[in-house]
């Protein structure tokens, strides 16, 4: 070992606490980067290797019945590889107690080889040819756990009117289903009354009254071709079957939220470990940038023993990249754990059947490159000031560090209230600007991803309170198999818990406005109703039009048009003939989830040329979530599902409790990050001045007094960077928001006030923290040191 | 007649280890300080001189021995009374004049004044050692003369009982020198404080009322003066 290398090596021991803080912050940039990218590739590989091997749809048509005959002539159009037609019907399953769950019922033709959107077995067998007795069925993972069924139990099912009995046999996944949800409207998937079942085509047909017939096809599309062309030729071959809806991949529901997902930690993943290491590169360069000022002498000496600039250049850049190159070891290492953490996270949200683990040797790499770069950088930019360094000057005593008037003292008033240790502090601060700026900066970002952690939960907490509180005030919302006359329902008015009750008639359409079509649902409901009221995502109440429809943003914008035009609306309800009429759009509506498009329960009525009749029902009770009222309902055969938003509530919110896990990592992360940052400005500050404090101490002043000094100084800067992080923290909310935002959510980057005052509070904490760890070290101020010669 | 004594050392000595060598910087020694005396302590590097002036402003502790000031007890203090004692008793100078760079003078003479509860007022202490026209300048705007002269101001300032000087002309030139050790003459003949001034510079002392002389550690001899002379009629 060089002597050189052992200077390198006592530097660091006698500044151990700070060689520590710095190397913490790269862990964490290295942490961070191999977990979310490591996560994001496994995510990513698993989802193409899926979709790849099972054949995921690049496009779903949806009809109301056509023979299984017009496959071969779909198959025919050039640009598709393969379809698949298929029976799929969501139908009510009859569980203990007379509960009903809903199963999307969806059939598979068999041998299912070549099929697009096909299905993969993860547990029990696979369908039998000839099945003895029961129909065999798979369901989801998801669904089989939350409603503890084993292989052999039974299903019943409500399907052609009558009550069916199938055997679960086992689960199975496909592309179309690694996030089931029944709809958009649904926040959260909620397996217990939510499933997928699966079966095979023949039986599917047969309990569905689909003899020979299906009611949707999946497509399989070569890479390059001309989707739209492709997409209108299949809907010309479909449009004698009742064509009711077409949808590309990238607004299939499952999809839709995985990708949504996959995107959001791309973007993460890229950007927030970058600004730990340019943190961590700002801070070592500050740090050595000292190191170098307070070593002038022995670098004078080594320079007149005649070692060269570059040689100590790369003494003090050693440092740095020690700094990199331990807490990269160490971020690997934890980088590593938090990675097979969060696929094992993701595990349990998608039912992806290769979650592809393990190690991602080539995000390792980049991160130790990364971080020995940024570091190196620091150092080599940091120590050039050693070229400068003449020997003979280096050895000579420096002269005071030069005082100057600082702007503030313009302002008089404030100046003239200011003691002298205020003065000194904000003097000092002023000028080291540098060290300033960097600190001030650090904290801001420290405070932004405080925000940045806890406003999920205000997010959440706002959808929650939006959806449930605001927009839907019944207790149940009674859906029913097919359109009933709402005075046939009214009776349940007589019933002694109900209090009120209000019709819903969901009309599913296709809007065209010009060349361009879309599908919507439109939700038609009393304009004078009480029972569901319509906000949009940011909080504005919106009323629902006698005449026309107020329709959901984003479809208005695909569509390119504006309130005051007029569109086209066919209806694409599956019963009954297709209906055609022209409706203007009155208004635009953001909602936070779902459709978000509504019309006057009369106007619906008009469109499916009926007056008077329901979908659905919602009722508002004496108290909510009452059993009698449900076991009634539930009686009926007519009822397909009664859906409850306190049980939505409380589904939605158990599923949010990963994201507890997810905040107090962030806060953590966040914190340690603040902590150095701090740790490391107080100990610098204290450092420089350790002369100086230790006269002041001789002059009279206390160790707490001693101890006010330094706070002054950081607290300065930390309480800066807090004002500036908290509004900073919004804006990054908001960035981050619009980036996530899809079709099929958009949420506002809501940040409740007790946020900033939590996020404050916090910030404080730590920054107290790091800077008592820094002022513990006042105790060692030795005032002796203050009378002996200067070096 | 013998005037008051200030401050009492009573068979005090300190020893520090520095590894594994014992260092015996002061040996048992015994000391008594009068009210109002110009007190010099000379020797050379090493003879203790410092380690006395130490143990006397309170920034250091006897390994034996007792210290009384004003008849009280120094050695048995706590922490915080040390502090006290410091702040309210005690003025320092030092060899470097170590002011701080992010004040002007003023405020580096007001900084100590805000630690007691009857400061004199800041700008007086200024007009008396010459630098109320330069009270806004920084240090770094300051020559070393000028420094040091703000640092008695700052530690007249408080009016301590007991005025500590170490080496404080051992960084300025001769007639800088002269004029500092002026102001500390100038405090004993206006009787306004007790000024001991450590230095290894024996010209300085004909200035004092008493020299001690010190050497390896322990005192040499005392002598009285009978006829200090003013800082002008001194060379060296």
Redesign the interface.
Same mark, same amino acid.
């Given at each position: 070992m060089t002597t050189l290398t052992r200077k390198l090596l006592r530097t660091i021991t006698s500044g151990w606490g700070q060689f520590v803080a710095l190397v913490l912050i790269v862990m964490l940039g290295v942490m961070i980067y191999i977990s979310m990218n490591t996560a994001y590739s496994n995510l990513s590989q698993s989802q193409e290797r899926f979709y790849q091997e099972y054949r995921f749809a690049d496009y779903t048509f949806t009809v109301v019945k056509a023979p299984e005959s017009v496959i071969s002539r779909i198959e025919a159009v050039p640009g598709v590889i393969k379809a698949t037609g298929r029976v799929q019907k969501d139908i009510p399953i009859v569980k203990a107690e007379d509960e009903r769950a809903t199963g999307r019922l969806t059939g598979y033709p068999l041998p299912q080889e070549g099929e697009v959107n096909r299905l993969h077995l993860l547990s029990g067998s696979w369908f039998e040819e000839s099945p003895a007795g029961n129909i065999g069925v798979l369901v989801d993972p998801q669904f089989f756990v939350a409603n503890h069924l084993t292989a052999g139990d039974s299903l019943e099912v409500i399907a052609g009117g009558k009550k069916v009995v199938l055997t679960v046999i086992g689960t199975a996944v496909s592309p179309e289903f690694v996030y089931p949800m029944p709809d958009a409207a649904a926040l959260v998937p909620e397996p217990e009354r939510f499933g997928i079942i699966m079966i095979p085509q023949i039986q599917a047909q047969q309990i569905l009254g689909y003899p020979g017939q299906i009611n949707q096809v999946v497509v399989d599309l070569a890479p390059g071709a001309d989707e739209t062309a492709v997409v209108r030729e299949i809907e010309r071959i479909l449009e004698p079957y009742g064509n009711l809806a077409s949808y590309p991949r990238r607004d299939q529901l499952s999809h839709a939220a995985l990708q949504a997902e996959l995107d959001g930690l791309k973007t993460m993943s890229g950007s927030l470990p970058l600004v730990f290491f340019l943190i961590a590169a700002a801070i070592q360069f500050v740090i050595i940038n000292r190191l170098i000022k307070t070593q002038r002498l022995p670098i004078g000496v080594m320079k007149a023993l005649g070692y060269s600039s570059f040689q100590i250049i790369g003494n003090y850049t050693g440092y740095a990249l020690l700094v990199s190159g331990v807490g990269a070891v160490l971020g690997i290492i934890t980088g590593i754990g938090m990675a097979a953490g969060m696929s094992q996270v993701y595990a349990q949200f998608f039912n992806l059947p290769s979650t592809i683990g393990g190690i991602n040797l080539s995000v390792v790499i980049r991160s130790v490159v990364i971080s020995l770069v940024v570091g190196g950088a620091a150092g080599l930019f940091a120590s050039r000031s050693v070229v400068r360094i003449r020997p003979a000057e280096a050895m000579r005593p420096e002269?005071?560090?030069?005082?100057?008037h600082t702007l503030l003292e313009n302002w008089t008033w404030l100046w003239q209230h200011l003691?002298?240790?205020w003065?000194?502090?904000l003097?000092?601060i002023l000028?080291n600007r540098v060290r300033f700026a960097i600190t001030v900066l650090g904290v801001v970002f420290f405070v932004c991803l405080l925000i940045f952690a806890l406003f999920s939960n205000d997010a959440v907490d706002y959808l929650v309170q939006q959806s449930f509180t605001l927009s839907n005030r019944y207790d149940y919302i009674v859906r029913f198999t097919q359109p009933v006359k709402y005075e046939d329902i009214t009776y349940w008015n007589r019933w002694s818990e109900v209090q009120k009750i209000e019709p819903l008639l969901e009309v599913p359409v296709k809007i065209k406005a010009g060349d361009r079509a879309e599908d919507e649902l439109l939700v038609g409901a009393q304009v004078t109703g009480e029972l569901r009221k319509v906000y949009d995502m940011h909080g504005q109440q919106k009323q629902i039009p006698e005449e026309g429809i107020l329709l959901n943003k984003s479809t208005a914008d695909k569509l390119g048009i504006k309130p005051g035009d007029e569109v086209e609306v066919h209806t694409t309800l599956g019963i009954g003939p297709t209906r055609t009429e022209r409706l203007r759009i009155v208004g635009l509506n953001q909602p936070m989830s779902g459709s978000g498009s509504f019309i006057s329960w009369e106007t619906a009525n008009r469109l499916l040329g009926e007056s008077r009749v329901v979908s659905a029902v919602m009722l508002k009770l004496d108290r909510p979530e009452m059993k009698e009222v449900e076991k009634r309902l539930y009686e009926m055969t007519s009822v397909s599902s009664v859906m409850s938003p306190q049980r939505e509530q409380a589904a939605f919110l158990q599923y949010m409790d990963t994201i507890i896990v997810f905040i107090a990592i962030m806060v953590l992360m966040a914190g340690l990050l603040g902590l150095a940052i701090v740790y490391n400005t107080s100990l610098m500050t204290f450092q420089e001045r350790q002369? @100086?404090l230790a006269?002041?101490?001789?002059?009279?002043?206390?160790?707490r007094e001693i101890a006010g000094l330094l706070r002054k100084e950081t607290g300065v800067q930390a309480v800066l960077g807090i004002i500036i992080g908290l509004p900073a923290g919004k804006a990054m909310g908001n960035v981050l928001m619009a980036s996530i935002s899809t079709d099929l959510y958009s949420m506002p980057a809501v940040i409740y006030p007790r946020t900033y005052f939590i996020a404050a509070l916090l910030a404080l904490v730590f920054i107290g923290i790091g800077q008592q760890l820094a002022i513990r070290k006042t105790g060692q101020i030795d005032?002796?040191e203050?009378?002996k010669?200067?070096d | 007649m013998t005037p008051p004594i200030l401050m009492s050392l009573k068979n005090v000595s300190k020893t520090y280890i520095m590894g594994e060598v014992k260092v015996e910087a002061l040996k048992t020694t015994t000391l008594d300080v009068y009210e109002g005396e110009l007190l010099v302590i000379l020797g050379p590097s090493g003879s203790g001189k410092?380690t006395l002036?130490?143990l006397m402003?309170g920034?250091?502790q006897p390994s034996a021995g007792e210290i009384f000031f004003a008849g009280k007890p120094l050695t048995s203090a706590g @922490?915080?009374e040390m502090?006290?004692y410091?702040?309210?008793e005690?003025g $320092?100078v $030092?060899? $470097?004049y170590?002011?701080?760079?992010?004040?002007?003078a003023a @405020?580096?003479v007001?900084?100590?004044a @805000?630690?007691v509860h009857k400061p004199r007022p800041v700008n007086e202490v200024l007009e008396e050692v010459g630098l109320l026209d330069r009270r806004d300048h $920084?240090?770094?705007q300051l020559s070393g003369g000028e420094?040091q002269r703000v640092a008695i101001a700052?530690a007249l300032v408080?009016q301590p009982r007991l005025l500590l000087c170490?080496e404080p002309t051992g960084a300025l030139d001769f007639e800088t020198g002269k004029r500092v050790l002026r102001l500390l003459y100038d405090i004993r003949q206006k009787g306004s404080g007790t000024v001991i001034i450590v230095t290894h510079n024996t010209a300085i002392g004909a200035i004092a009322d008493r020299v001690v002389r010190m050497r390896s550690g322990s005192i040499a001899d005392i002598t009285i003066n009978q006829n200090p002379v003013p800082p002008e009629r001194i060379d060296w």
């Open positions: 002269p005071p560090a030069s005082g100057k003691d002298s240790s003065k000194m502090s003097r000092s000028r002369r @100086e006269s002041l101490r001789v002059l009279g002043f206390s160790r005032m002796v203050a009378l010669n200067r | 410092s002036l130490n402003g920034i250091d @922490e915080k502090t006290n410091r702040r309210r005690v $320092f $030092f060899q $470097f170590n002011l701080i760079p992010d004040l002007t @405020e580096n007001a900084l100590a @805000e630690l $920084f240090p770094s420094q700052r408080k170490d």
